[in-house]
């Protein structure tokens, strides 16, 4: 016979939280058409490549997980240009659906420009959330949450994430620094945290 049991252990990885460079869509008013998909302008490309250098004196990291909107992919790629780890994009770390400029280009089109990127959780084709303006903060709460759930079950300890405000402000730091009144403290762009996550892990197992 089988007897489940859940066994609670303390999991732990230091984490680099990063919004990203400057993109174009951030230097429009609102009077402005905002463009599809934008990428970083120049001065978003000066930001990524000065932290390069900061973090690269930190001993780097194991793991990138990265949004799969351009902005995002640039600012990992200029910004951990030196790193030989694995970097993967996340539909979870994408941008809230309210505008164009959340909506992403095609995977083939993405892989192009940013050839070192495992696509593989990334659904091929059209963008499912293209045209789409009416996801709410709960939403994007319960995404942050789920890859939450994944990356607590990789093994790797010392991870990069790079996304969006509006992932950040209503998703991952209410949910990883939830003591902290720093986690409403808006980023910049490029702004990196660093902090040490702590999160219980369930163990399930069959005893025979």
């Known amino acids: 016979s089988y007897s489940f049991c859940t066994l609670l252990a303390m999991g732990r990885k230091e984490i680099w939280l990063i919004r990203h460079a400057e993109g174009e869509h951030n230097v429009k008013d609102r009077s402005q058409k905002v463009s599809f998909d934008p990428p970083l302008t120049k001065e978003g490309i000066r930001q990524a490549r000065e932290m390069h250098g900061v973090l690269k004196a930190d001993g780097g990291v194991d793991l990138i997980c990265v949004s799969p909107l351009r902005r995002t992919l640039q600012t990992a790629e200029l910004v951990f240009k030196d790193e030989t780890c694995e970097v993967v994009a996340i539909e979870d770390l994408r941008e809230r659906t309210m505008s164009s400029c ?10 192009q420009d940013f050839p070192n ?14 045209h789409r303006r009416d ?5 994007v709460y319960l995404r942050s ?18 996304t969006h405000w509006q992932v950040l402000y209503h ?3 209410p949910l990883m620094c939830p003591s902290s009144a720093d986690w409403q403290r808006r980023f910049k762009n490029c702004e990196v945290r ?3 996550w702590e999160y219980e892990v369930d163990e399930n197992y069959r005893k025979r």
Do not use: K
């Not at 959340?102 to 892989?111: G, I």
């Not at 990127?117 to 293209?130: F, H, K, W």
């Not at 949450?145 to 790079?162: D, G, H, N, T, Y």
């Open 135 to 139: 996801e709410t903060p709960h939403s």
């Open 171 to 173: 998703g991952l730091m």
């Open 145 to 162: 949450l789920r890859f939450l759930q994944w990356l607590s079950r990789q093994p790797e300890s010392r991870v990069a994430i790079v």
């Open 102 to 111: 959340n909506w992403r280009r095609s995977v083939d089109e993405q892989e």
């Open 194 to 196: 660093c902090f040490v």
């Open 117 to 130: 990127v495992d696509y593989s959780a990334i659904q091929r084709g059209t963008d499912p959330r293209l």
